[in-house]
């Protein structure tokens, strides 16, 4: 059995720590052996449990293996900016949110740093579906070196095995503004959905396990004619985009993003049964590097002041390209959209990158929320905050103003 089967791996995982020497490991590692799940499916975790998963999945590699993504040697300055003045109990905030993390870049500077659930500036924590968004800037990047010449050529036709399923006709861009119109079920709730079962599924020596498993669903809809939230389809665009680039993910993100951008510490991409990094999810950053992409994009994702996307990449990748059915709100190229030019990157149980241009903000959140995977009352207290800072911000501005 599956379930007893981790268990006496997590034993004798604690047993031989015990060995070599507790104190040895880092507190991440130990914690989340303290804490061991006994099954493999991180959605059905205890809060406890994930509270010690969540800064600490590359840890073992029998539970995930991961590949690492090398930063460079020096840090970009994240300086500090006066303390943000908001009208509201930070502290009350976090504990609501129950924040691991919670940064606030305005113009460059940070204006608020805070952690929480023991966690700190020196750690790592997942980043669940926040990957889509790096995953799609990728994509902009490949499509910038000539590796991908259309976003409207079709899947199959970069990835030979697709050819004949539902995905046959679907373009690029329908799959990263997920409107492929093939069957997908992501209910995090639902341990026999789609998103609880594909990165277990066993594919057919030599293919991979995310082309096997997506080739076998069904059409339910005419592609390009409804938004449906797949994480399986961000998985095959990182299929496609290793395929063209013939290198890793994991490589591909440090050589364009990771080392030039100057995040401070490595980071970690979890891997598919078959070695392929879960390219919609599952990024292990520290928040300040995390907080750092989101000022890269903010800064229109240049390198020593030239770009490395597609002109016009990223008016096109972070407004509105679908309805969602929820007024004011869109999806782009794998990012969440909002009717007044913001934008953010989103992931289960907390986790988020939220851009506003117009106030030049990036707001970075790494938390593990207690009710469920997409609390409605944790998800409205977070976009209530972000109104709070950017009322701040406006706030300051006025002030500035009239004093001139």
Not at 251 to 273: C, F, H, N
Not at 370 to 382: E, F, L, S, V
Request: proline residues 4%.
């Amino acid at each position: 059995m599956k379930f007893k089967k981790i268990a006496l791996i997590g034993l004798a995982a604690i047993f031989g720590a015990g060995a070599l020497g507790w104190q040895s490991l880092d507190k991440e590692t130990r914690g989340f052996l303290a804490a061991f799940p006994t099954n493999t499916d991180l959605l059905f975790w205890s809060t406890s449990q994930r509270d010690a998963a969540f800064r600490a999945l590359d840890r073992l590699p029998f539970l995930a293996k991961h590949r690492v993504v090398p930063a460079g040697d020096t840090a970009s300055a994240l300086p500090p900016g006066a303390p943000l003045a908001l009208p509201m109990d930070i502290d009350a905030y976090m504990q609501g949110q129950r924040s691991a993390a919670l940064m606030v870049l305005h113009n460059g500077q940070v204006r608020l740093e805070r952690y929480g659930l023991d966690f700190d500036s020196e750690g790592r924590w997942t980043s669940f579906s926040v990957a889509k968004s790096l995953t799609s800037t990728l994509v902009g990047m490949a499509v910038r070196d000539g590796h991908i010449k259309s976003m409207d050529d079709k899947v199959s036709d970069y990835i030979a095995e697709m050819k004949g399923s539902a995905y046959d006709d679907v373009s690029i861009r329908q799959l990263l503004t997920m409107t492929s119109g093939v069957a997908w079920n992501e209910d995090y709730d639902d341990p026999k959905s789609d998103v609880a079962q594909f990165n277990n599924h066993k594919p057919k020596g030599g293919e991979d396990a995310v082309v096997s498993y997506l080739r076998q669903l069904p059409r339910a809809v005419p592609a390009g004619t409804r938004w449906l939230y797949s994480t399986g389809e961000t998985n095959l665009v990182g299929v496609l985009v290793e395929k063209k680039k013939k290198k890793t993910l994991s490589d591909y993100l440090s050589e364009k993003i990771w080392r030039p951008v100057g995040m401070e510490q490595k980071a970690t991409w979890m891997l598919s049964k078959t070695g392929q990094e879960i390219s919609g999810c599952c990024l292990q950053a520290a928040t300040r590097d995390f907080a750092r992409f989101g000022q890269f994009i903010l800064n229109g994702a240049l390198i020593n002041g030239q770009p490395t996307l597609p002109e016009g990449w990223l008016p096109e990748a972070t407004t509105s390209r679908t309805g969602i059915g929820h007024p004011g709100r869109g999806y782009g190229y794998q990012w969440w959209t909002y009717d007044n030019g913001s934008f953010a990157a989103r992931g289960i149980f907390g986790q988020g990158i939220f851009i506003d241009p117009a106030r030049k903000l990036v707001i970075a959140s790494n938390a593990n929320w207690g009710n469920n995977a997409t609390d409605p009352k944790a998800t409205a207290a977070r976009e209530a905050f972000y109104v709070a800072v950017q009322q701040a911000v406006d706030a300051e501005v006025a002030e500035a103003a009239a004093k001139r």
